[in-house]
């Protein structure tokens, strides 16, 4: 077994996608759209276990997994999708390509620790140890461009306070969303060495979509899948 992953930009584009109901190309390989999982995204702190008859969620008449921002699954030849423009996506494997997860993490996620919570859904459902996890945290809005008001700021510290986390520091009312969800991440068990964050704030770069900076609702597609070699 293998895994594919890709962390996604502009090409190709969520919208595009979705206007074509069709399969689709990723760095020249061929993404089945009846093997596709993609979730409603509701900003929840919850995980679905998919499983051969979640393919193609999302396409068609096949409705999106209800509710979910994050998809789990240990089926060979499903794709996790998921969907962002500001929010940070996080993808999860293990070493031994038994399971993957897929997570949407914004600000209302990271404050529910949905990262966290679906490494520990992996190990309870698959039994993945969070020592041999890999992580891959990917673009998304850096702190010197997420301001908040007060009472948003308030809330956001004080919840991850609450559940032991220490919010990583930042300017007065803005939030480091990558850096709070590397901090979730070790704190579940995964080994620090073993998180790659990629350095690239959505609203800074031309190459993805932003809906702070242009108020846009396409979004780049971020998937991740295990496969027969």
Known sequence: MKVFLHLGG?????????REQGDFVIEGKRIPADRVVIAEQTHSDLAHRCGEED????????????????????????????????CTPVLLYDEACRAVGAVHSG???????IAGKTVQQLRQDYGI??????AWVGAGICARHYEVDAATWSDYHESLQAQGFSPQ????????IGGDICQQLAAAGIQPRNIVRQEICTLESPHHFSWRRDGTRNRQINLIGIEYE
Request: net charge positive; glycine share 12%.
């Open 129 to 134: 140890q969070p020592k041999d996890l890999l």
């Open 55 to 86: 393919g193609g969620a999302g396409f068609g008449s096949h409705p999106q997994i209800p509710i979910a921002d994050a998809l789990i699954t240990d089926v060979a030849g499903l794709y996790l999708l998921i969907r962002t423009a500001d």
């Open 10 to 18: 502009k090409v190709p584009d969520y919208r595009g996608i979705m």
């Open 107 to 113: 600000r209302e996620g990271t404050r529910k620790n």
């Open 169 to 176: 520091p930042a300017p007065h009312r803005h939030i480091d």
